[in-house]
């Protein structure tokens, strides 16, 4: 497939929500989600790598495409932000 018709594929607008502000972004089914996180926590003002993904309940990875999760025109991604680290918890005996 040539560049010329891989470039009149449709795009895809996929909404991303995060805490009830929505962006939309038009990407084509084969480019990579990790340029989509990026442009997305650009937009939202936050850093790199901020941001955790889901689609449907499943987490998104950066490695993922759209058309890999079968995604079509308008189908939405929620964001969350990451926790770092975690909390032991110590019981007595």
């Known amino acids: 497939m040539s560049q010329e018709e891989e470039d009149t594929k449709p795009k895809l607008n996929l909404n ?3 805490e009830g502000a929505h962006i939309t972004v038009k990407v ?4 990579r989600f ?3 996180f990026e442009a997305a926590e650009k937009k939202f003002g936050k850093e790199a790598g ?6 449907e309940g499943t987490r998104v990875n950066a490695e993922d495409t ?10 939405q991604i929620d964001a969350f932000l990451g926790q770092v680290g975690g909390c032991r ?5």
């Open 16 to 18: 991303i929500i995060y």
């Open 28 to 31: 084509k089914a084969n480019m």
């Open 34 to 36: 990790a340029k989509i």
């Open 50 to 55: 901020t941001f955790r993904f889901t689609y």
């Open 66 to 75: 759209p058309a890999s999760l079968g995604m079509e025109d308008g189908d």
């Open 89 to 93: 918890l110590w019981i007595k005996s």
